[in-house]
């Protein structure tokens, strides 16, 4: 089946893709993710050294 469209009203907006994302949204958003990044490697090391802390090593005492 055929559809038909006899008349489209529409209104476009054209706008630059480097005036989406300014210089202070930017760096905002690359703050948030490196202390993201931060955060979860700061918790890797707590997890990995609890992790160390309770497993015995072959000849040694712990």
């Known amino acids: 089946m055929?559809?038909?469209?006899?008349e489209i009203v529409s209104t476009v907006r054209a706008v630059s893709g480097e005036s989406?994302?300014?210089e202070r949204?930017?760096?905002?958003?690359v703050r948030a993710?490196?202390?993201?990044?931060e955060?979860?490697?700061r918790?890797?090391?707590e997890r990995g050294?609890?992790?160390?802390?309770?497993t015995a090593t072959p000849g040694?005492?712990?």
Not at 2 to 6: A, L, P, R, T, W
Not at 25 to 29: E, K, P, S
């Open 25 to 29: 949204t930017l760096a905002h958003i």
């Open 60 to 62: 040694k005492e712990n």
């Open 49 to 54: 050294a609890d992790t160390r802390a309770n």
């Open 2 to 6: 055929d559809v038909v469209i006899q």
């Open 39 to 41: 955060e979860q490697q």
């Open 33 to 37: 993710v490196l202390a993201a990044t």
């Open 43 to 45: 918790r890797q090391q």
């Open 20 to 22: 989406l994302l300014n």
